[in-house]
């Protein structure tokens, strides 16, 4: 995983380059629409930091994008734009996965990440999401 400074979302297939619209990912040969942009929230970092001592990077959360300010789970069935020109709609809470416990050798990540492992989204509109882009409910 690396950090990107944008993304280039394409409509109904994914972002541009990433391993699920290449079809290379772990879940590829099971496709879902809704897992086509991944968010994660600054404050679970955050919170995960300060109550267990959990040190997690955001690109260490294997999610698209990490957002701030913005309470991801009350955007399960919206549609929000990030961005000028983006348009997604939320389609469920992401589920944490043992494999990210395992693989980066962190006690407790999966239980710690339930109910807070980010959002799962579908991309509606074509377009580039940068660093520092805004999320507005639609």
């Not at 699920?20 to 879940?27: P, S």
Request: aromatic letters at 6%; charged letters at 30%; hydrophobic letters at 35%.
């Amino acid at each position: 995983m690396e950090t990107m400074s944008e993304l280039t979302c394409l409509a109904g297939r994914g972002i541009e380059g990433d391993r699920y619209t290449l079809g290379t990912g772990t879940y590829s040969e099971r496709p879902e629409e809704g897992r086509q942009f991944t968010l994660f929230e600054t404050e679970t970092l955050e919170a995960l930091r300060r109550d267990l001592n959990i040190d997690l990077r955001p690109e260490q959360t294997r999610r698209n994008a990490v957002s701030e300010g913005v309470p991801l789970n009350h955007l399960v069935s919206r549609k929000f734009k990030v961005g000028s020109d983006v348009i997604l709609e939320g389609m469920r809470l992401s589920v944490p996965c043992q494999y990210l416990e395992d693989l980066l050798e962190i006690k407790s990540l999966f239980k710690a990440l339930i109910n807070r492992s980010g959002l799962n989204c579908r991309i509606l509109t074509d377009g580039v999401v940068r660093i520092g882009d805004s999320i507005k409910l639609l």
